[in-house]
């Protein structure tokens, strides 16, 4: 059974400064993996999707890399601001499977 | 439309009753999705629809819960004398081929 994790669990940050979110997976038989947003009391809001032939995928102020071998995802986050302060949610799509398999979240706060 | 959206954005109902919730997929997108996301839980697959292909109703905890989607489009889910262990947001999404899933706001129940 495919188990998503992610650490850590809440994050708080000071404006400006660089940091990453981990996720990890026990199956590697993915067929790829998203990063999503949630901000409280909204939906999901996809950030970034990793085919499982890519090894990262670039947009704006956010990087994530994928290594299947190892079952590891990171987000990078650049320069956080205020406005970054959400939920971040890690999710796997498995080979031959519709479904995604959530991670329970990364709560992250970015303090001005 | 412009995104996903769901319908009531709220619902409190006593232990017991029945309750409807609906989902309007985005114009277009084939296949739509059903998830709940319990406090301090991950988002938790409920079943799965694409075209005219039997959905995918795996995820569904028990016999309480059903879901239908009429002309492919747009999808109810139903649950049938609720328990307190109910309560929780309920979230659709809905995907266009192989791209990302997009979700809609939720709706939240709370069943008393």
């Known amino acids: 059974k495919q188990e998503v994790t992610q650490i850590p669990a809440a994050l708080s940050v000071p404006e400006g400064e660089n940091l990453v979110l981990n996720c990890s997976f026990t199956?590697?038989?993915?067929?790829?993996l998203q990063w999503f947003r949630q901000d409280p009391g909204k939906g999901l809001t996809s950030l970034l999707l990793?085919?499982?032939?890519?090894r990262e995928q670039t947009s704006g102020r956010l990087n994530a890399s994928l290594d299947k071998s190892s079952g590891r995802s990171t987000l990078y986050i650049a320069a956080s601001q205020p406005g970054d302060s959400a939920t971040y949610l890690c999710?796997?799509?498995?080979?031959?499977?519709?479904?995604?398999?959530f991670g329970k979240g990364t709560k992250l706060t970015v303090n001005p | 439309g412009a995104g996903v959206s769901q319908s009531p954005s709220n619902k409190v109902t006593e232990k017991g009753k029945d309750v409807e919730l609906r989902c309007d997929p985005i114009?277009?997108?084939?296949?739509l999705y059903w998830y709940r996301q319990s406090l301090g839980q991950g988002l938790e697959f409920l079943i799965y629809f694409q075209g005219n292909s039997a959905p995918d109703k795996s995820g569904l905890p028990s016999d309480r819960f059903s879901a239908e989607r009429t002309g492919g489009s747009v999808s109810t889910l139903t649950i049938q004398r609720t328990q307190q262990e109910d309560s929780a947001v309920y979230l659709c999404a809905s995907r266009l081929d192989q791209e990302t899933q997009y979700f809609g706001p939720g709706t939240r129940l709370l069943v008393l």
């Open positions: 999710a796997v799509y498995l080979g031959g499977s519709e479904k995604l398999v």
């Open positions: 199956d590697s038989a993915i067929y790829n």
């Open positions: 990793i085919q499982s032939s890519q």
């Open positions: 114009s277009g997108h084939t296949a």
